[in-house]
C-alpha cells in the first residue's frame, strides 16, 4: 500500500516536472503516512526522486506548542522535509506558537500561501476515530477554512502518550479546513488496523456530513481511500478500484 502511494506522488511530481513547475504537497503528520514517507525518502536518497524544489504545506500542529518542541508537528514535519530535500524556505506549517489574537490573521495568511502556490496538487491524509481528517472535528462544515479548533477527546487521548498524560496535552490545534483540503487536485486518505474499521465504514457508506469529516471526501472528483484487510473489515458495500 505504502510504494502504491507513494508510486503515485512520484507520477505527480513528474507531471508537474514536465509541465515546468514545482509539486505542492500537502502532507500529514500522524501515523499512518509514516510507511510511504519512509519509502519517499530512499527514494530521495537513491535519486530516483528530486524534491528540492517541493512546496510543502502541512496540514495542522497543536495549541499552543513551540516549534522546537519534540512534541510538535513542526518538529516531526521539518525533519521529514529535511530527509526529503525540501528547502526550509518551501516548508509550510501553522504555528503553534504566535499569540492568540494573531491566529485568525495566521490562518488567512496560510490560506493565501496556498493560493499563491496554485493550489495543492497532492494531498496526504491520514483519519482519526473521531472521524477528522486534518483536526477537523465532528462538527466541520464542508466548508471551512485554516483555523483553530477544539480537539475531540478521542483525539487527544489517542494522542496522549505523546505528550505524557492527558493533562499535558493541548485541547487546541490549527488545522487546514475541509473546504481548504477538498481543493486540493488529489486526495489520498490512509487508514490502517482494526480500530479504524468502524469510522472507515462510515466515511465510506454513509452521506457526507459533519458528524464524518472524512466523508466529505465522497464529494471529490480524485479521492482515494487505501485500506488494509483490518481496516476495511466492517465495509458492507462492494468497492471498486478505479483511477483518477
Known sequence: MALAVADRVCAVAEERRSEGRPLVLGLAAGASP??????????VQSGQLDFSQCLLFCLDEYYPVHPQDPRSYTKRMSSLAAELGIS???????????PREQIELHCEKYEQEIRSAGGIDFELLGVGRS???GFNEPGALAKSRTRLVQLDERTRKDAVSSFGGLNGFAREAITMGIGTILEAKEIALIALGAHKAAIVRRLIEEPPSPAVPASFLQTHDCATVYLDEDAASEIVTELSVSEC
Open 34 to 43: 509514516q510507511e510511504v514517507y519512509r519509502d519517499l525518502v530512499l527514494r
Open 131 to 133: 472521524g477528522h481528517i
Open 88 to 98: 526550509k524556505g518551501n516548508f509550510r506549517i501553522p504555528r503553534g506558537d504566535i
